[in-house]
């Protein structure tokens, strides 16, 4: 992509290092994700790719650089200020709240914003109500965007893995992020599903930019703009699909750990 | 767009309203038709029923144990007892303010060195602040009235409801019939709060802290000022509920409020249904009839109630009844008969 030069930045790591005791997690690591581009972040086993999914989100202090989002105009985030700040993640696995059910799962997403104060909801005031209504609407909107609204009342136990994995995509959506952070989205997920997947990070990116860590290289290639590839906690090389795919560093990092 | 018929009836606060306020009305006509010593027992269970449904706000949804709930209960009554005894013409709904909002206070001096502890050491902590009321009680005695306690008297039966009574006890039955009442008026609106709140966004934010915590700071929770939260209004409501039986016992003491009380309203919403709205009332109507269910038990077994034994009937009453709950019913008596209910529905 030649254009991102031009294009605002939603998110930017600026030599950032990690460090657990002596071992390196990151690594003086810089990347950016600029508006509506979608960034893939892949790497061996145990490169960091975690690691930088978790600065960016607070829940790991880097020991040193930084992490801001310009676009949204805010330095580094506390993980509980993410989402109020227009910033989503699903987490690697499916991370759904067990006993509520489907519908409430994804009502929880918007669970930010303003209104449904405990002042008004305490006396069953009408406010507090018509927001709550309002956010169930809301979630059926998406249920019913990625085809899932026969679940709604189901709780996460009780579905299948793939339509657990869209709530938790519905749950991030209703955020409203600028920025969508994917920790592996596609990991078990069927040939279908992952056709399904595609076209919905497609739709997706006319609103917001996409930061996904995978593994399944074939659906990594066809999704992204830009890869960011990791190694021992180093960038080892930065560029579109086609670049990465004819990197030697690249291939000798690969074919070192296969 | 249609919704699953589940969402639809737990949305509208009027739906709410009426049903509380069906079954207020409805115990209300009960009282009337009870004995007085029936009345009283009423009157105290309905005091607990208020403390339970803030633990099971606070266990249930949440996610956190509490042992120091009668502690909780000890603050609000002492705040009432206190404030009564100097200020005799004060409203008494200022008083069970006053009360609601120290119990609550209370909850927050405990809650905040406590959200980052867990399980057993939540536990503790919680513990240790009950244990440390009543010594604290007893040392105070300018305040508290040391061992003797407090005595007041804030309940007056209005002229108009003696006039329903005529007879021998006409004073002593609408007295005993106006605190029931009173008390029952009050955990009715304590239900239709705490109702309001478990279909609430704090309420959400609850069970997502309690399910899964790392997923819930990413939608945005403060996971320490929910934790908070949760302990301030399981706090409030043990304050209220400790300030109601204060006040229908005209009195509060160091030894009103025992360690084993905790224990006792750990059993009973757990026995009622944990985290459930009956549930709580179902625990507060058991401990109404627990003194008629522990001498039922001595009689029907031949022990001597003023015995070792006899004495400690209560407790192992209690400690059955949890443990055949727990094999048989985990959701307890509210979800048993949510099972029994959902069985009907399911053959018709
Ligand atoms: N909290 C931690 N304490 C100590 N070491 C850690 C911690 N978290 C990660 N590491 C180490 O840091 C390195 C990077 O881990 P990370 O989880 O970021 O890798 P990853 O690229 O996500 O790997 P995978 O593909 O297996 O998910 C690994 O060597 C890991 O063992
Ligand atoms: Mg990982």
Redesign the interface.
């Known amino acids: 992509m030649t254009d991102t030069n031009t294009r605002r930045i939603t998110l930017e790591l600026a030599d950032v290092t990690v460090r657990f005791g002596g071992l390196l997690a990151l690594n003086d690591v810089s990347f950016r994700v600029h508006e509506n581009e979608i960034v893939g972040l892949i790497g061996p086993n145990g490169a960091g790719k975690t690691t930088a999914f978790n600065v960016v989100c607070g829940f790991q202090k880097p020991t040193s650089g930084t992490v801001s989002f310009p676009s949204i105009g805010r330095g580094a985030l506390k993980p509980s200020q993410l989402a109020k700040a227009g910033v989503a993640r699903t987490l690697q696995g499916v991370g759904l709240f067990r006993q509520l059910t489907i519908l409430e799962n994804v009502m929880a997403g918007a669970q930010s914003r303003p209104g449904g104060h405990i002042g008004a909801s305490i006396l069953g005031m009408p406010s507090g109500l018509k927001v709550e209504r309002s956010l169930r609407d809301e979630a059926m909107f998406h249920l019913e965007r990625l085809g899932i609204t026969k679940f709604a009342a189901a709780l996460p136990g009780g579905v299948p893995y793939g339509i657990a994995k869209k709530v938790s995509i519905a749950r991030a959506l209703m955020a409203k992020p600028q920025l969508l952070m994917l920790d592996e989205p596609a990991s078990g997920l069927d040939e279908k599903e992952l056709a399904e997947f595609v076209g919905l990070i497609g739709e997706l990116r006319q609103t917001m930019s996409v930061l996904l860590v995978e593994h399944n290289m074939d659906f990594v290639m066809q999704l992204v703009d830009n890869l960011v590839v990791l190694n021992f906690g180093q960038v080892i090389a930065i560029g579109t699909p086609s670049d990465i795919s004819t990197n030697p560093d690249v291939l000798a990092a690969y074919l070192g750990i296969d | ?1 249609t ?2 018929g ?2 639809r009836r737990q ?3 009027h739906v ?2 009426l049903t509380v306020l069906g079954l207020t009305v409805l115990t209300l006509v009960v009282t009337f038709f009870l004995p007085p010593v029936a009345d009283s027992q009423l009157a105290g269970g309905a005091a607990i029923t208020i403390v339970i449904l803030g633990l099971s706000w606070l266990i249930g949804w949440s996610g956190q144990i509490s042992l120091g709930n009668s502690g909780f209960m000890a603050v609000g009554a002492y705040a009432a007892g206190i404030w009564a005894h100097h200020h005799t013409a004060s409203p008494l709904i200022f008083t069970f303010l006053l009360a609601t909002v120290v119990g609550g206070i209370s909850g927050l001096i405990v809650a905040i060195p406590s959200t980052r502890l867990r399980g057993p050491y939540l536990a503790g902590m919680t513990l240790a602040f009950a244990a440390a009321i009543t010594p604290l009680a007893q040392n105070f005695t300018s305040v508290t009235g040391g061992e003797g306690g407090l005595f007041f008297n804030t309940l007056t039966t209005p002229a108009w409801f003696l006039h329903f009574f005529s007879g021998a006890n006409a004073s002593i039955n609408a007295n005993a019939q106006w605190t029931a009442d009173l008390a029952v008026v009050i955990a009715g609106f304590m239900f ?2 705490m ?3 478990f ?7 609850m ?2 802290v ?3 915590d ?10 320490s000022r929910t934790r908070t ?1 949760a302990f301030v209004v399981a706090a409030a409501f043990a304050g209220l509920g400790g300030s109601l039986f204060a006040i229908i016992n005209a009195t509060v003491r160091p030894e009103s409020f025992p360690l084993t009380l905790s224990i006792t309203l750990l059993t009973l919403m757990v026995l009622g249904g944990i985290g459930t709205l009956s549930g709580a009332v179902i625990g507060g109507i058991i401990y109404s009839f627990s003194a008629n269910l522990v001498s039922h038990v001595n009689s029907l077994t031949g022990v001597n109630p003023t015995s070792n034994l006899g004495a400690n009937m209560q407790g192992i009453i209690f400690g059955v009844l949890l443990i055949l709950t727990m094999l048989f019913a985990p959701r307890g008596i509210a979800g048993l008969i949510q099972r029994i209910r959902s069985f009907i529905y399911s053959r018709s």
Do not use: C, K, Q, Y
């Open positions: 767009m919704w699953p589940s969402f949305e509208t606060t709410r309203l239709f709060l109702a309001n709140l279909h609430s966004r704090s309420g959400r934010a069970r997502l309690r399910d899964n790392v997923a819930a700071e990413l939608m945005g929770i403060n996971l939260l």
